[in-house]
């Protein structure tokens, strides 16, 4: 009987994930606050969406220098670097919030520095969760880090919007008291990861050059269990995410007004709470890779029956197995992600996989309203989810390697490569 909390067993674990608990729902209830104070200044939707193309493109021009630094140098000590940068840039919220600022460019600015801080704090996040644990404790430990995920995403708006309306008189109100509690959570961030013991030091040790920065690509590119988990997941969510178009859903099609899209937003994050839960009781053991294709196959029919649900129940259900579903393709693929990849390369190759989930989400919001303009939003919804299934049929014939994926060991995953390339990788 697998023990459901093993990963907590380790000390540094049990600070770590403390500390990022607060701090994601910390900068969950600040986007919320953010979003809000710029509308309040500008009245105009497209600085809603500027929002989010901000903080989104730090990542796309630092991805290859971010990947570099994580492997370069101390990971933890990168991440403490990045999130004194996040928590300078929420004090500057707090105090232009404070001062009454009537001005969105400012704001932007700090967007922009929240999100070079987020690059380049992301890949050194992923790389350190394997320095936290011992190797047969690292599934349990994916498992717990997507569950303290969702949990964070749906009390951090909630937390945010009470925070938000209290009626409190004087400056300390709305935006800046969010701001405030945002700048506390990232303190608290700070003074538990400092506190970690582990230090896991440069673990790239050759000069800095072309060859070295890019040997994450390279490494991906010829690794098909690699490739094949990443890219599945980059097109599958992008042909079948449905998340930017539940506004449309809500209003006109299921006549669910606020409460009913909030349900709905509320749904998918429900089930991935969900089956976290359940893959701590029991965690996946064997045949990873036959697992992977067929939940993202579920979750592109479940995202069929989405779309042409007219019942708000039955639509609430398929958007609880989307959750689900999409929740143990995350925790294979990264699990995948770093037992499959060197430990000197990690922050390189989780660089990748960083702009990989970006395109995905952000260009797959894209996808959805440009399909939905073509061809509405019912039809756009289910062409999606067709397509995810597709994908999941070629995937499966085109990588082999990611098929044939037994258990989540470095060794399995090592014996599945080289049987179905014959290929050697590097064994870790």
Request: charged share 10%; with cysteine; hydrophobic share 55%.
């Amino acid at each position: 009987m697998a023990q459901p909390a093993a990963a907590f067993l380790s000390r540094d674990f049990l600070r770590y994930q403390l500390a990022r608990v607060v701090v994601i729902i910390g900068a969950e209830a600040q986007a919320l606050a953010v979003a809000w104070q710029v509308y309040e200044i500008t009245h105009r939707a497209i600085d809603l969406g500027y929002t989010g193309l901000i903080l989104f493109l730090p990542g796309l021009v630092f991805m290859l220098p971010a990947g570099h630094v994580a492997d370069r140098f101390d990971r933890r000590r990168v991440i403490l670097v990045c999130y004194a940068l996040q928590a300078i840039a929420s004090f500057w919220l707090f105090w232009l919030a404070w001062t009454g600022v009537n001005h969105v460019w400012p704001i932007f600015a700090l967007l922009f520095a929240i999100g070079t801080g987020r690059a380049f704090s992301g890949p050194a996040s992923s790389a350190l969760v394997p320095h936290l644990v011992p190797k047969e404790h690292f599934v349990n430990a994916i498992t717990w880090g997507s569950a303290i995920f969702q949990l964070a995403n749906i009390v951090g708006p909630a937390l945010g919007g009470v925070l938000f309306t209290l009626p409190l008189r004087g400056r300390l109100h709305g935006a800046g008291l969010v701001y405030l509690c945002t700048l506390l959570a990232i303190l608290w961030f700070l003074v538990l990861v400092g506190s970690l013991h582990v230090r896991p030091g440069r673990m790239e040790h050759r000069a800095i050059s072309k060859e070295v920065i890019l040997a994450g690509f390279h490494y991906v590119a010829r690794t098909q269990v690699l490739l094949g988990s990443i890219s599945l997941d980059l097109f599958a969510v992008l042909l079948g995410g449905a998340v930017a178009l539940m506004p449309i859903f809500a209003q006109d099609i299921l006549h669910a007004g606020p409460r009913g899209l909030g349900m709905l937003r509320a749904a998918p994050a429900l089930g991935a709470l969900a089956v976290s839960l359940w893959l701590m009781v029991r965690p996946i053991q064997r045949r990873a890779g036959i697992r992977m294709l067929v939940c993202v196959a579920i979750f592109g029919a479940a995202t069929v029956v989405f779309g042409v649900s007219k019942s708000l129940p039955v639509s609430l259900a398929a958007l609880f197995i989307v959750g689900a579903s999409d929740m143990v393709s995350v925790v294979i693929r990264s699990s995948v992600l770093q037992l499959a990849t060197p430990p000197e390369m990690r922050g390189r190759v989780s660089a990748v996989n960083s702009l990989f989930v970006g395109a995905s989400n952000e260009l797959g919001e894209f996808e959805s309203g440009l399909t939905a303009q073509w061809w509405g939003a019912v039809r756009a919804v289910v062409i999606g989810g067709v397509g995810s299934m597709l994908i999941t049929g070629l995937w499966a014939a085109f990588f082999p390697s990611l098929r044939c994926a037994d258990a989540l060991t470095p060794e399995a995953l090592l014996a599945a490569e080289v049987e179905q390339t014959g290929r050697e990788v590097r064994q870790l």
